[in-house]
Each structure stands twice: as structure tokens, then as C-alpha cells.
């Protein structure tokens, strides 16, 4: 081989193994879930697709990441395949506006055990609010975590959910006949409400208390305006009584929403913002804010 050769094919490497290298940088690709409006309350995931080299894996470790003015959220990451890793972050709003997340950067170990990070844009979501009218909440079910995949259910698994349905309904119309009757002492015994029930926080308390003082007085007002023994039911157990007892589905969906984020507070050990703790009383409001029950 001659000189002048090799010292062309010296060029051409030179050239082309930056590019090549640079061909092996992981890619994203950032979607929100669901990408049309939201409203307080509403699950929101953001979901960031990694496209890798083969061998390449993912560092991140589960811990919980601050969010700005949305909730806290731990990642989960899920490998789709030897090339491509789903990092999951699941969270919500309780306060409407627009909210600019800053995401961490995605810390890769590439197959030659080299380190890199790769850094993530910031995200703006719109959340809308439930009390000026404008718009509906969306149903409280979450976007698929793989709503790309087909799945199919053969007749049997079918009949075998429908069957174990069948009893979970026939559980609850039991309770809830219960319930009723437990109700109608419960209401012979305790003093009335008064007429007007005030949603404020004191911010001076931790934030599990204001919860558990927010819910309580939301438990209250429901056990009259309903005739529920809200103070006896979970936060699970409240949606389906309050659509036994003929409550519109936007109320169920609020309430349900309010005391599951009160639970994790009180329950869960999640340490809200002063924001956030507002957002939990403008959904106490919105639920009473299309009038009182008929």
C-alpha cells in the first residue's frame, strides 16, 4: 500500500468515525398522555422513548423526581426492546395554569461501559379549570401504559370477568343497603350540619392534617347532602355510593379524585406544595359548584 493511500484512507476514518459515533448517541422522543386539555385532578403521564445501541441500559433508579407545580414522580422505566427503553413519569396537577416541567437528564451506560447523560427538553402542560364552567373533568381512567400493543381476550376470560363482577356488584348493593340503614341512625343521633360548610386550610398546620381536616369536613357535607355514612367509607367506596344515591358523574369523579390525593398526603407521605394544597380546595369547591343536589 502505498504512502499517498494510506494517508487517504487516514483522512477517510478520520471523517467518518465521528459520524459513526455520533450515530450511537441515544435519541428521545417526549409525549404527553392524553395530549388534549386537562383539568385539576386529571392523571398525566409523560413518557419519554429512548432509542439506544444494543447493549446499551438505563441508570436511572426509581427515585421520585420533583416536579414544579405538578405531583412528585418516581420513573418507571420498562425496556421494549434491545434498542429502546420507555422512562415513565406518572403525575397530576391540582391547580389549573400552565406548568413547565423540567425533566432530569436520562443517565445511559452504553455497551463500551461508557457514561453519558441524555438531557430532556422541558415540558408545558395546560390544566384547565372545573370552576369557571369551561370544561368537564375526564373520566378518572389513566392512558394505557403500552397503548400501542393489540390485546385480545379469548370467551372464557370474558365470562370469568363477568361472573366475578357479577358477585363484586351483588358485595356492594349489600353494603350499600347496609350503609343505608346505618346512615338513617347515624342522622337520628348527630346534630345537623350547618347550611353553609367552609373548604378552607389553615396553613399554618402540616399538610397530612390540613388534608385529613379537608376531607373530613368533604365526608361531612357528602353524609348530608347525599345521605351517606361518608365518615365510614373509603376513598374507593365513596364513588360507587355516590352514584347508587343518584350523584351526577362529574361529582363522583371530584370527589374520588380530592380523596385519594388527601390519602396519599395523609397515608402515603407525600409533602405537597402551599399550590397544591390550594388545588385540593378548589376541587372541594367544584364539587358543590353546579349547585346543591336535588
Known sequence: MSRRTLLALLIAAAILLPAAVKAQEPAVDVQVLPDGELTVGD???IRVALSHEAGAQVL???SVVQMGGMEPSAPVISKLSETQTLVL??????TSGQFEVELPPIPVLGADQSLSEVPLDPVTIGIASVLDGETEPRPLSGPDLLAGEG?????????????GLGFVLARLVRRWRGAQVAAEGAQAMEPSLPAQMSFAMDSSLEAAEQCRQLATTVRARLGRDWSLPASALTSSEIGPALAAAGAPGVVVL????LLEACD??????EQPTAERLHGYQQL????WSDGEPS
Open 43 to 45: 392523571p398525566v403521564e
Open 254 to 257: 371530584r370527589v374520588t379524585r
Open 151 to 163: 390485546r385480545t381476550f379469548a370467551p372464557w376470560i370474558v365470562a370469568i370477568i363477568g361472573i
Open 284 to 287: 372541594a369547591e367544584a364539587i
Open 89 to 94: 413519569f406518572q403525575t397530576r396537577a391540582f
Open 60 to 62: 436511572m433508579d426509581g
Open 264 to 269: 396519599r398526603v395523609q397515608f402515603g407521605g
